[in-house]
């Protein structure tokens, strides 16, 4: 396993520089499906396991496939996820399968164990399940068919890769060197993001909306998107009248998404930069054991996660530092061995709130060569955090009030996956520009009915749990770390989530796939 890391980077290398020079506009998007081609055989060629390797460092960085003129957007990833799938289940997919069903037979009958121990489990992979069911079940009352059979085999093809990987993370330096890919496109998405940040002290609105809008994601996704973008609606900018300010979205089509991306991927940068811990160390000396210059990277993520101006993770991040303290608490009541480690590595979540003193200056100085005379403006759209009247949060409240009306109405099977934009009377295509219930929750209950968002609960509670026990299980301190920064930021994602539904975004579901899979299975 892991024999051929050298062709794996040098690969990745290739990859990274056409992907730029394709987005730059210095190759034509007609060589994409050229490119698309020699990647394709390499993942068919290549040992599986640097095939999945390639594919987590390569999440931010797959393009829309120039098919025909009216057709651009089909991006490669669901080409690469297709054949590391088919892969996989030609080398072990059934041996896997044989193995899963054997183990499971025998567990319950020589334990004996209740329907109860059974359901709890294999909670996750249940509640995984009933979610497809319901997604199937809720195409028969879909205004738009076609739409919800396309949304099912999109959730299904993001999935894919989650198979192959589970099997290989069941080896622990497989599932470490997994962590280690992840923290690539983490470096390079913030470093593009504060690249954009810089572009906006040297250009004006109009040639930072040519340069990012009309050629950066339009050689990235298509023109479809491109239109949208430019043309419909977009999260990039902070109005005050007349004054702008970047959000910053990096290489992701909104300034929703992007922090998503980033807080999965903050567990692998923490493990790779406390990798010479010791988890039985005290915290004093845990204090004073220099850490790989890797933690360097932490305040320049928390710092991109703050300018992208999105109040919803900054509110979220409130509820982290509470979400700490209890489970502080709890360990010490359970005297578990990993407190003071728990302890150590959340604190540095105390750096993304000394951070929005950095961001201020940022945020009101004058961009896109326009000055700005407000300088209070970075702390009102703080203070509108919890401002019920403010524009954007009285919008958010009508939607929710009118998806409970819909849930109200149809509560088995909602309107049909991929219908939400039937529950505010709009025109269905509109799902592709953002429609949305803006809460994850209530979006799944208004298009799969209630017991889907029941079943999405369960999962996330059976996961925290499964994490939770994983950490506290692990003595191996990269891993320890992973799974202990997880407990922190998956909920975080999560609370941001009752305010928007970013992570339905290919990239960010890919990451949470990714990032799940190595959550979810136990490696020996």
Not at 167 to 193: C, F, H, N, Q, W
Not at 275 to 291: E, G
Not at 356 to 381: H, T, W
Request: net charge positive; hydrophobic share 55%; glycine share 6%.
């Amino acid at each position: 396993m892991l024999k051929n890391n050298k062709t794996l980077k040098l690969i990745i290398l290739f990859e990274t520089i056409i992907f730029l020079l394709v987005i730059l506009g210095i190759l034509p998007r007609s060589v994409v499906p050229y490119f698309v081609t020699i990647i394709s055989l390499y993942l068919i060629i290549a040992p599986l396991d640097d095939g999945i390797l390639f594919f987590i460092a390569s999440i931010p960085m797959f393009l829309a496939i120039p098919i025909t003129a009216s057709f651009d957007n089909f991006n490669s990833w669901r080409i690469f996820s297709i054949i590391l799938f088919l892969k996989w289940a030609y080398i072990h997919g059934i041996a896997s399968l044989r193995i899963i069903y054997t183990k499971y037979t025998k567990t319950a009958i020589a334990q004996r164990q209740s329907l109860l121990w059974f359901l709890r489990e294999y909670a996750i992979s249940i509640t995984v399940i009933l979610l497809l069911i319901l997604a199937v079940a809720s195409v028969a009352v879909a205004g738009d068919k076609i739409t919800a059979v396309k949304r099912i085999i999109y959730f299904l093809n993001l999935g894919l890769i989650g198979f192959p990987l589970s099997r290989l993370v069941t080896d622990k330096e497989y599932a470490k060197k997994a962590i280690e890919y992840i923290s690539y496109p983490i470096i390079l998405v913030t470093l593009v993001g504060l690249a954009q940040l810089v572009s906006t002290y040297f250009i004006d609105i109009y040639q930072f909306m040519r340069l990012w809008g009309e050629n950066i994601q339009c050689n990235q996704f298509g023109q479809q998107w491109c239109y949208i973008a430019v043309n419909v609606g977009n999260t990039w900018l902070a109005y005050y009248g007349d004054q702008l300010s970047l959000r910053i979205f990096s290489l992701f089509p909104d300034s929703h998404s992007f922090p998503i991306f980033l807080l999965l991927g903050l567990p692998a940068i923490f493990a790779i930069a406390m990798r010479n811990m010791k988890l039985s160390d005290k915290l004093r000396k845990l204090f004073l054991t220099r850490t790989k210059l890797f933690i360097v990277w932490v305040p320049l993520i928390f710092l991109a996660m703050i300018l992208t101006g999105t109040r919803g993770i900054w509110a979220a991040g409130v509820g982290a530092i509470i979400l700490i303290v209890i489970l502080l608490i709890y360990m010490h009541i359970r005297n578990e061995g990993h407190t003071k480690y728990f302890g150590f590595i959340s604190g540095y979540i105390v750096l993304f709130f000394m951070l929005f003193a950095v961001a201020y200056p940022i945020f009101i100085s004058p961009q896109f060569l326009l000055s700005k005379g407000d300088l209070g403006m970075f702390g009102n759209r703080i203070r509108s955090v919890i401002d019920f009247g403010e524009t954007s949060n009285a919008q958010r409240i009508l939607i929710w009030k009118q998806t409970l009306v819909s849930i109200q109405k149809h509560p088995l099977l909602g309107v049909g996956i991929g219908n939400y934009p039937v529950v505010l009377s709009q025109d269905i295509k509109l799902s592709k520009a953002g429609s949305s219930a803006h809460n994850l929750y209530l979006h799944m209950a208004a298009e799969m009915g209630i017991l889907a968002l029941l079943a999405t609960l369960i999962f996330l509670i059976a996961l925290f749990i499964r994490i939770y026990n994983k950490f506290v299980a692990e003595r191996d301190v990269m891993l320890a770390t992973y799974y202990g920064l997880a407990l922190i930021f998956i909920p975080w994602v999560f609370a941001y989530l009752m305010t928007d539904v970013a992570i339905f975004d290919e990239r960010a579901f890919l990451m949470f796939v990714v990032t799940a899979t190595l959550l979810i299975k136990n490696p020996d």
